[in-house]
Structures are given as structure tokens and as C-alpha cells.
């Protein structure tokens, strides 16, 4: 009858949330605590910058990360070259003490979008020094493969341009990509709403990463627990098998027995 | 001697270490991860690691991000 779904695996770890969220752009630490809690998230994205010498002892980010249940993602964010993403994974490593990266080479300050041609050049080298490596890429379904050729541990093609709530653009794409790896497919960018994460798990993809959508609403809290919902309702969905799309009516109540 | 920290020129004494000069900035622990001339150093090396004159290094820390 129903079909039992199987947790989301990647590169050997279970998680039972399907939602990644981010620590960035919040109204404050609390917030974001309070957001990472309703989200039921198990993973967060982090950013690697410089220590600002001059702010000794300020509340560092990682004291309002609850590290018992939440799995750390260094991402590489605004580096525009391989060889800057690779050296912030390093660095992430020395930091995190792990060797999981959100690898993102982006391509131009305007779109965000990313650099494929770099992002392939640094998941190799990465790969290769034992990296767990996600990278952030377009939503076309050759480079998903590429970079699973390469040993990415999964591909997280975007929905829409960074931070811009479009929502999923080509959901033809998404579909495809699902369809060419079989490594997690994991939508990166561009969820605006609840519906739009539901929408991509209705495709079928693994997981979503966020954190405009939430950190940037008019209460982050609701739409965390929002876009909880949204991505259990939309794996629910998919895990149904929707009803065909049809040109006509077709009446839902029986056609005899009217009273005449 | 002149080193870059952060991208900003400061003047330390010769052949001071990493873990002292770390020390003397009021920084460190697990929070930081430190590069000499885009090399990551780390941590256990920073006692004995010494600084010349011109190393550009690099203090870095987890911040927000999506």
C-alpha cells in the first residue's frame, strides 16, 4: 500500500530532516536559534571570513549552534576561483574539525550564478583530498553528472538566483537532474515560500537548502516551522503519486442517482 | 618585522611564532583557523611555527552564511 520512505543519506550519514538551513542574514543569534529549532533541521550552512580583530569576546556564532544535532556545512561562499574555494575548505576543516563543504564558485556579482567550469576544477581536488563535497550548481543536468563523476557526495543545482525568492524556475531541470545522479539532489537558492519547497520536493529531489526564505521573512520562527511542514507535505506528495493533469472536468461525486 | 594580519601591515618582533603572536592579538582556540602565505597552519603546529618578514597570514572564523 504506502510506499515506506527511506531516510536522506548522504555519503553514509542519515538525516531525517530534508531541510539544510542557513545561519546567515538573521535579525539575531536568538532568532536564528529559535528558527534552526523550528525548522527541524540537521544540518546549517556556515560562511568562513575573517576574525574581526578588534571585536574581542563578542558571542561567536557557533555558541547559538546546537552542535549535538546539528551537522556543521562550511560553504565557500563568494569565492569566484577554485583555488579560493578549495583554500576555504581547508581552512573549514581546520575549523570544524570535519571534512563536509558546501562548495560554491560563483560565476558574476550580479546573478550569483555559479561557475561550473570552476566548481568542477575544485570538487576534484577536493575529492581527492577526502573531502565530503556538495556543491552548489546550475539546473542543468550535464554538469549534475559531471560532478558526480568526479565523486561529489551530492548535487545542489539552483532553483533561482541566490536570495532571490523566485521560486523554482525550470522544474523540467530539477526533474531531469533527479532523474541523470543518483546522488542526493538537494534544490540550493531561490525558495522564496513554503510552497516553493513543496513544489521541489514534489520533483522528487532529496532535500533543500535555505536561508533567506526564513532569515529574511517578517517572522523567521513561523516560516521555519512553514517550510517544515512544507518540505514534509512536499515529500508526501511525491511519495503518493499525484493525479495525472487533465484538460477536462471530471466530477468527484456519482453521476446516477440525481433526484429528479 | 612587518607582517600582513588580515590584510592589515603590523609590526611584530623577529622570529615571533605563531601561537605568540596569537596570543598577544587576545585570539584563539577552536573558534579560528589561521593561513600563512595561503597555507593553512594548524593548530598543534602554531608553537613552534615562525613568522618571517612580508607573511601575509590570515585569521578566519565560522560567521553566518547561507
Same mark, same amino acid.
Given at each position: 500500500?504506502?510506499?515506506?520512505?527511506?531516510?536522506?543519506?548522504?555519503?553514509?550519514?542519515?538525516?531525517?530532516?530534508?531541510?539544510?538551513?542557513?545561519?546567515?542574514?538573521?535579525?539575531?543569534?536568538?532568532?536564528?536559534?529559535?528558527?534552526?529549532? @523550528?525548522?527541524?533541521? %540537521?544540518? $546549517?550552512?556556515? &560562511?568562513?571570513?575573517?576574525?574581526?580583530? /578588534?571585536?574581542? !569576546?563578542?558571542?561567536?556564532?557557533?555558541?547559538?549552534?546546537?552542535?549535538?544535532?546539528?551537522?556543521?556545512?562550511?560553504?565557500?561562499?563568494?569565492?569566484?576561483?577554485?583555488?579560493?574555494?578549495?583554500?576555504?575548505?581547508?581552512?573549514?576543516?581546520?575549523?570544524?574539525?570535519?571534512?563536509?563543504?558546501?562548495?560554491?564558485?560563483?560565476?558574476?556579482?550580479?546573478?550569483?550564478?555559479?561557475?561550473?567550469?570552476?566548481?568542477?576544477?575544485?570538487?576534484?581536488?577536493?575529492?581527492?583530498?577526502?573531502?565530503?563535497?556538495?556543491?552548489?550548481?546550475?539546473?542543468?543536468?550535464?554538469? @549534475?553528472?559531471?560532478? %558526480?563523476? $568526479?565523486?561529489? &557526495?551530492?548535487?545542489?543545482?539552483?532553483? /533561482?538566483?541566490? !536570495?532571490?525568492?523566485?521560486?523554482?524556475?525550470?522544474?523540467?531541470?530539477?526533474?531531469?537532474?533527479?532523474?541523470?545522479?543518483?546522488?542526493?539532489?538537494?534544490?540550493?537558492?531561490?525558495?522564496?515560500?513554503?510552497?516553493?519547497?513543496?513544489?521541489?520536493?514534489?520533483?522528487?529531489?532529496?532535500?533543500?537548502?535555505?536561508?533567506?526564505?526564513?532569515?529574511?521573512?517578517?517572522?523567521?520562527?513561523?516560516?521555519?516551522?512553514?517550510?517544515?511542514?512544507?518540505?514534509?507535505?512536499?515529500?508526501?506528495?511525491?511519495?503518493?503519486?499525484?493525479?495525472?493533469?487533465?484538460?477536462?472536468?471530471?466530477?468527484?461525486?456519482?453521476?446516477?442517482?440525481?433526484?429528479? | 618585522?612587518?607582517?600582513?594580519?588580515?590584510?592589515?601591515?603590523?609590526?611584530?618582533?623577529?622570529?615571533?611564532?605563531?601561537?605568540?603572536?596569537?596570543?598577544?592579538?587576545?585570539?584563539?582556540?577552536?573558534?579560528?583557523?589561521?593561513?600563512?602565505?595561503?597555507?593553512?597552519?594548524?593548530?598543534?603546529?602554531?608553537?613552534?611555527?615562525?613568522?618571517?618578514?612580508?607573511?601575509?597570514?590570515?585569521?578566519?572564523?565560522?560567521?553566518?552564511?547561507?
Amino acid at each position: 500500500m504506502s510506499v515506506q520512505d527511506k531516510p536522506l543519506v548522504i555519503s553514509g550519514v542519515t538525516f531525517q530532516s530534508r531541510l539544510i538551513v542557513g545561519t546567515g542574514k538573521y535579525p539575531s543569534h536568538e532568532v536564528m536559534k529559535r528558527c534552526h529549532e @523550528a525548522s527541524g533541521a %540537521e544540518m $546549517v550552512t556556515v &560562511a568562513v571570513r575573517r576574525l574581526d580583530l /578588534a571585536a574581542k !569576546g563578542e558571542a561567536s556564532l557557533m555558541s547559538w549552534i546546537d552542535r549535538s544535532r546539528m551537522r556543521l556545512l562550511p560553504n565557500t561562499a563568494l569565492c569566484y576561483t577554485a583555488d579560493d574555494a578549495v583554500r576555504t575548505c581547508r581552512l573549514a576543516e581546520e575549523l570544524g574539525m570535519s571534512k563536509w563543504v558546501k562548495l560554491e564558485v560563483l560565476g558574476d556579482e550580479k546573478t550569483l550564478y555559479p561557475d561550473v567550469e570552476e566548481t568542477l576544477k575544485a570538487a576534484r581536488v577536493l575529492v581527492k583530498e577526502g573531502f565530503t563535497v556538495l556543491p552548489y550548481t546550475s539546473d542543468d543536468p550535464i554538469t @549534475a553528472r559531471k560532478l %558526480e563523476d $568526479v565523486g561529489c &557526495a551530492a548535487v545542489m543545482p539552483l532553483a /533561482a538566483p541566490i !536570495g532571490s525568492g523566485l521560486g523554482i524556475r525550470n522544474p523540467h531541470n530539477i526533474r531531469l537532474i533527479r532523474e541523470t545522479v543518483k546522488v542526493p539532489v538537494i534544490v540550493d537558492a531561490g525558495v522564496g515560500t513554503a510552497s516553493d519547497a513543496a513544489i521541489a520536493m514534489e520533483l522528487g529531489v532529496d532535500a533543500v537548502l535555505m536561508n533567506t526564505a526564513i532569515a529574511g521573512a517578517k517572522d523567521p520562527v513561523r516560516m521555519a516551522r512553514a517550510m517544515k511542514l512544507a518540505i514534509e507535505a512536499g515529500r508526501e506528495a511525491f511519495l503518493s503519486g499525484r493525479i495525472p493533469r487533465k484538460a477536462y472536468a471530471s466530477a468527484s461525486s456519482p453521476l446516477e442517482g440525481l433526484v429528479e | 618585522m612587518t607582517i600582513w594580519i588580515n590584510g592589515q601591515a603590523r609590526e611584530v618582533p623577529e622570529g615571533i611564532t605563531l601561537a605568540a603572536l596569537l596570543a598577544s592579538l587576545e585570539v584563539g582556540g577552536p573558534g579560528v583557523a589561521v593561513e600563512v602565505n595561503a597555507e593553512v597552519v594548524r593548530r598543534a603546529r602554531h608553537p613552534e611555527y615562525q613568522l618571517s618578514p612580508e607573511d601575509r597570514v590570515e585569521i578566519v572564523t565560522f560567521v553566518g552564511g547561507g
